[in-house]
């Protein structure tokens, strides 16, 4: 929060939100976030219906390990979730493209529609494309998700409107200073609005509010801050 409004002038944003908790962001996303892992296994094949029966055995190969891992963390059915997909090539390159696949066994249909697919992927990426090449297959990949309960957002509970501790002299731009009023954080109130220049503090962040920018608290306590030139 000390820098967004930096960032946001540089990249022309107008609007800044500042979560209730910044400094720990990251670590409540960790905790809440959902399970995943990914398997792959490699293997340097022509990518035509002649390799089925090895494409196959390798689908069946990694489905076991997903379903192990699934098993392992005691993930329900419905909350299971798998997105398969082989990395392309063609011959003589050495660097691979993503087609999604279905995890069902593949036949000889399934190849030519995930080739016709990576032919399109590569004249989107690279502005070309060879129908005519052989294709390469690296590598099949299987993306798991495992989705869990999230926690509700708690709503700001309702008080008087924050009133300043306190002011001290700060410079938002060089050689320009202010004298500024400070908020604490946990003092303010859903709905409470306050117009630049002001500093919020609070024990894990300091989010300025810079001359002509105004803030509102919403309802689940994030700064919604809008900047006045933009």
């Not at 249909?109 to 690279?126: G, K, N, P």
């Not at 869990?148 to 924050?162: D, E, H, I, N, Q």
């Not at 004298?179 to 989010?207: C, K, N, Y």
Request: proline residues 8%.
């Amino acid at each position: 929060p000390l820098h967004a409004t930096d960032v946001a002038r540089e990249l022309g944003i107008g609007r800044i939100i500042v979560p209730p908790n910044p400094g720990i962001l990251c670590a409540e996303g960790l905790l809440d976030s959902d399970l995943a892992t990914d398997f792959v296994e490699a293997r340097l094949l022509r990518f035509a219906p002649a390799a089925l029966r090895q494409l196959n055995a390798m689908l069946r190969s990694v489905g076991k390990q997903v379903d192990a891992w699934f098993a392992r963390e005691k993930v329900a059915e419905a909350a299971r979730h798998v997105a398969w997909s082989a990395d392309l090539r063609y011959a003589g390159q050495n660097f691979e493209l993503s087609v999604p696949l279905t995890g069902a066994a593949l036949d000889a249909d399934a190849i030519s529609q995930a080739r016709a697919v990576f032919d399109a992927d590569h004249e989107r990426a690279y502005g070309f494309a060879q129908p005519a090449e052989i294709v390469e297959f690296v590598s099949l990949r299987a993306k798991l998700r495992a989705t869990l309960p999230k926690p509700a957002a708690p709503l700001l509970p309702a008080r008087p409107p924050g009133t300043p501790c306190g002011s001290r002299r700060v410079a938002f731009a060089r050689d320009h200073w202010s004298e500024t009023p400070v908020f604490r954080r946990g003092d303010l109130a859903p709905g409470q609005s306050i117009v630049g220049p002001a500093i919020i503090e609070q024990m894990d962040s300091t989010t300025p509010v810079f001359p002509g920018d105004s803030c509102i608290v919403d309802a689940w306590g994030n700064l919604v801050i809008d900047r006045g030139e933009a």
